[in-house]
């Protein structure tokens, strides 16, 4: 069975203090992995698309790889509105998108 | 365009009561999506249209459920029967065409949040 599982549940960092988001992937035939931003209320933010192992994409302070197996997100110098939950998801042959439950990440000033 | 729309944004209602939400796809996407979101987890998948057609339903998609994308434009989500177990988030989402660049990815609308009382 399809499965996307993420790591830690719940991150605090210092402002400026460089970490990484874990998402570990179990699905046949994979054909795409998704990261997403959400905010408390609101519907998740699509941040990025990975196709294969080896790529990697870039968008201000965000980072995202992928292998056969994991994806990270890592987050350069982190401020404050880089607080909310990442959610990472991944799509194999079937067409709707598995969820892992969230990355809770908190910047404090 | 500016994305997924989807109407109310917020929804109190009443055990036994049947309740209805909208979503608006952006125009160009003939995919759309629905998934359920609880507190602290990730959305999970309820079912998939492709223009009007409904390829795909979860199996938590109970017969209290319906779904329809009318001459493959907006979607309605329909709860019957209302049970204090439904409160969550409901999220629409909307993808382009395969053929196109970015095809598998997915936007998400606002969500409209729904509490059962």
């Known amino acids: 069975e399809d499965q996307v599982t993420q790591s830690p549940e719940a991150l605090r960092l210092q402002e400026g203090e460089s970490s990484s988001l874990n998402c570990s992937y179990t699905v046949s035939g994979l054909r795409g992995l998704f990261w997403y931003r959400q905010d408390p209320g609101k519907g998740p933010e699509f941040l990025f698309t990975?196709?294969?192992a080896g790529e990697e994409k870039e968008k201000e302070r965000l980072k995202a790889t992928l292998t056969k197996k994991e994806s990270f997100l890592h987050i350069t110098a982190p401020k404050p509105e880089d607080s909310a939950t990442y959610l990472c998801?991944?799509?194999?042959?079937?067409?709707?998108?598995?969820f892992g439950s969230g990355t809770r990440l908190s910047i404090r000033p | 365009d500016t994305g997924v729309s989807q109407n109310p944004r917020h929804k109190i209602t009443k055990r036994g009561q049947n309740v209805t939400f909208r979503c608006d796809p952006i125009?160009?996407?003939?995919?759309l999506y629905w998934y359920r979101q609880t507190l602290g987890q990730g959305p999970e998948f309820l079912t998939y249209?492709?223009?009007?057609?409904?390829?795909?339903k979860s199996r938590l998609l109970s017969d209290r459920f319906s779904a329809e994308r009318p001459k493959g434009s907006f979607s309605t989500l329909e709860i019957q029967r209302t049970e204090q177990g439904d409160s969550a988030m409901y999220l629409c989402?909307?993808?382009?065409?395969?053929?196109?660049?970015?095809?598998?990815?997915?936007?998400f609308g606002p969500g409209t949040r729904l509490t059962v009382l």
């Open positions: 989402a909307s993808s382009p065409p395969m053929a196109g660049t970015g095809g598998d990815t997915q936007y």
């Open positions: 998801a991944a799509r194999g042959r079937a067409s709707k998108i598995i």
């Open positions: 125009s160009e996407h003939n995919r």
């Open positions: 249209f492709q223009n009007e057609a409904q390829l795909e």
């Open positions: 990975l196709y294969s």
